[in-house]
């Protein structure tokens, strides 16, 4: 049972415009969430969280918004550059607990 | 600046064999997450250790058991392996349980079983 789900398993975006990463989830207990960036042979690195308190957090050109009621989230990278070409992960958790759910992933590519 | 270090980054192996699988995290970090994704999947949360104790468990297989040790390290035991274990196994280390922004993570060890 997939608790956290990116339905786009790819997206093209050209250099300098926006590139939006969606993520929804199914669990009403899940009140934290973030973000992770891959590299290939690499392991995941975090990126930017959002706790269910906010619906927005905003870190530099990377910003998540959080729409608590039909429990979506999304990643807005503004402006896009070639080196944000990566697997983006949107990851949930609820209080008290320590491990992470995971979706699927985005592949994002930029274009120069 | 050091990161968590998993060995080997590959293995191979064949059905029904065993496997061990390290993790060395972060220096001064107590905390250790075990992580499997498989082809084309989200990484799955398996076990986790604080202070050298199972804090949480998740999908982790009877077949695989897992240990922190007194520096730390953790190694994922797996025995009896299946074609389905053929896995990237990520591990990941942070200081103390509740920042999960904090939660480092490994390069990955990919596991192929034959």
């Known amino acids: 049972d997939q608790q956290v789900k990116q339905n786009s398993p790819s997206l093209s975006v050209q250099e300098g415009r926006i590139s939006i990463l969606n993520c929804d989830y199914t669990n009403s207990m899940f009140d934290y969430f973030l973000w992770y960036k891959k590299y290939p042979a690499e392991g995941p690195t975090f990126l930017i969280s959002i706790s269910s308190i906010k619906d927005k957090n905003e870190d530099g050109r990377f910003t998540v918004f959080l729409n608590k009621s039909a429990k979506h989230l999304s990643l807005h990278i503004v402006p896009s550059q070639p080196g944000d070409s990566a697997v983006y992960f949107c990851a949930a958790s609820e209080t008290g607990a320590n491990n992470l759910f995971f979706g699927t992933g985005t592949r994002l590519t930029v274009i120069p | 600046a050091a990161g968590v270090i998993q060995s080997p980054r590959h293995l191979i192996k064949e059905k029904r064999e065993t496997a061990t699988l390290k993790c060395y995290p972060i220096?001064?970090?107590?905390?250790v997450y075990w992580y499997q994704q498989g082809p084309g999947q989200d990484p799955q949360f398996l076990i986790s250790f604080y202070e050298k104790m199972q804090s949480d468990k998740g999908s982790i297989p009877d077949r695989f058991s897992a240990q922190q040790f007194s520096d730390y390290h953790s190694e994922l035991n797996m025995s009896s392996l299946e074609l389905g274990d053929s896995a990237l196994y990520f591990c990941a280390s942070s200081l103390g349980q509740g920042d999960l922004d904090t939660q480092y993570f490994g390069p990955g060890t990919r596991l192929t079983v034959l």
């Open positions: 220096p001064r970090h107590d905390t």
